[in-house]
């Protein structure tokens, strides 16, 4: 099974600044991976697929980038509304599909 | 609009045995594979098993497979998640959520709770 092991744990930034996530798959996923944002007490929304596609809808704010094994999600001036939590997943090998242990966004 | 509602969940004894059921609406049900994703209280989100669009190809975690079983119903635009043998382990609010090699869409979310 393909691990991911996502960084950091938690996060505290201030609003307007750029913020980065970082997910590490066990082996290369080829950019087979999406990224969610999950609010206090709602369901994970999905922000980025294929790596670094924003899903409709998205705040163009939000952005994925990276290969083989090594993938971010960058947040730029972040509003009061991107408190949340956030959770990388990849799906080029499944099953089982296997999400990162999540990062919790919050504001300084 | 996508919505996916589920319902059944509640608090079970462990040991003993709960059925799932998501209502899918605002898209072509049977077009799509579906999946059930859980989290424990607190905790990080953990996939549980997966159905094609037409119930040709299933998967399960390890830590379900055996006890649960996925099925869907394309006339009904309902996916189900029967749950047997439970543990205080699968406590955890279980999403039902579209498949398109990732998930594009979420429910709301029940709570499943094992405990005496």
């Known amino acids: 099974d393909i691990q991911m092991t996502q960084s950091p744990a938690s996060l505290s930034a201030s609003l307007g600044e750029t913020v980065t996530i970082e997910c590490r798959a066990s082996?290369?996923?080829?950019?087979?991976l999406a990224w969610y944002q999950q609010k206090p007490g709602k369901s994970p929304q999905l922000l980025i697929y294929?790596?670094?596609s924003l899903h409709t809808g998205v705040p163009s704010r939000f952005s994925g980038s990276g290969s083989g094994t090594q993938y971010s999600l960058k947040i730029n001036s972040l509003q009061s509304e991107d408190v949340a939590s956030y959770f990388c997943?990849?799906?080029?090998?499944?099953?089982?599909?296997?999400f990162g242990a999540g990062t919790k966004l919050e504001l300084k | 609009e996508v919505q996916l509602v589920e319902s059944g969940g509640g608090l079970v004894q462990p040991g003993r045995s709960l059925k799932l059921s998501c209502v899918a609406s605002?898209?072509?049900?049977?077009?799509?594979?579906m999946n059930w994703i859980r989290q424990a209280p607190g905790k990080g989100l953990e996939w549980v098993a997966y159905?094609?669009?037409?119930?040709?190809?299933?998967y399960y975690a390890e830590t379900v497979k055996g006890r649960f079983t996925i099925s869907r119903d394309n006339a009904k635009n309902t996916l189900y998640l029967q749950m047997t043998s439970l543990r205080s382990e699968d406590t955890a609010l279980y999403y039902c959520?579209?498949?398109?090699?990732?998930?594009?869409?979420w429910g709301q979310g029940v709570m499943v709770t094992v405990s005496s």
């Open positions: 959520a579209r498949h398109i090699n990732y998930v594009d869409y």
């Open positions: 605002g898209f072509t049900f049977s077009n799509y594979g």
């Open positions: 159905i094609s669009s037409g119930s040709s190809y299933i």
């Open positions: 082996e290369d996923i080829y950019n087979g």
């Open positions: 294929n790596a670094n």
């Open positions: 997943q990849q799906y080029y090998d499944y099953p089982p599909y296997t």
